[in-house]
């Protein structure tokens, strides 16, 4: 009668065990990257969420502060689905150098009719805008892109006043 060696029946067990060993560790990264996936997740909705705050409180401070300024006509802001002016949106220009770099950034706020008072002297030469709307409105951020016009400020300070359109958020 043939029987096994002691090697020949712990092979199997061996061959078992390495698998689950195998299968364990498999598990533990499978657990260690869910859980690396769930913090970024949240921390990605943090600081969402903390962007949100800042803007809302960037939009606050600059609307407050400038709630009585008055000055000529700088631009109107109108909404791009209605043509119909948008108040409280914020007009954020940033001067376009000679050498196409940045000049410095300033703040104007829409009144009722659309319009933002200049009320402050600008360095003359052509400004791209930012429009931030009131993050409470149906309105979305809105950023100067080609094809749209500058605002220019010529030498004594006046200004075409051109329109500007302001985008629907999605689902606005």
């Known amino acids: 009668m043939n029987l096994p060696s002691h090697r020949s029946l712990l092979r199997p ?3 078992t065990q390495r698998k689950r060993i195998k299968l364990f560790s498999l598990l533990a990264t499978t657990a260690v990257a869910a859980a ?3 913090f970024v997740q949240f921390k990605h909705r ?8 800042n803007r809302a409180a960037f939009y606050q401070r ?5 709630a009585n300024v008055t000055g000529s006509p700088l631009a109107k802001v109108v909404a791009i689905d209605s043509g119909e002016p948008v ?5 954020g220009m940033t001067l376009i150098g000679p050498d ?21 002297p600008l360095t003359p030469g052509q ?22 016009p500058y605002i220019i400020v010529a ?5 075409t006043v051109p329109t500007l359109q302001l985008e629907v958020a999605t689902g606005g």
């Open 13 to 15: 067990m061996l061959f």
């Open 36 to 38: 690396i996936f769930a």
């Open 46 to 53: 943090e600081a969402n969420a903390q962007r949100a705050i």
């Open 62 to 66: 600059v609307v407050k502060k400038q």
């Open 87 to 91: 108040e409280g949106t914020i007009i």
């Open 100 to 120: 196409g770099g940045d000049g410095g950034f300033y703040c104007f706020v829409t009144q009722e009719s659309g319009l933002a008072p200049l009320h402050r």
């Open 127 to 148: 400004y791209q805008y930012h429009l931030e709307p009131d993050p409470d409105s149906r309105f979305a951020v809105t950023e100067w892109r080609r094809n749209q």
């Open 155 to 159: 030498s004594d300070g006046t200004t």
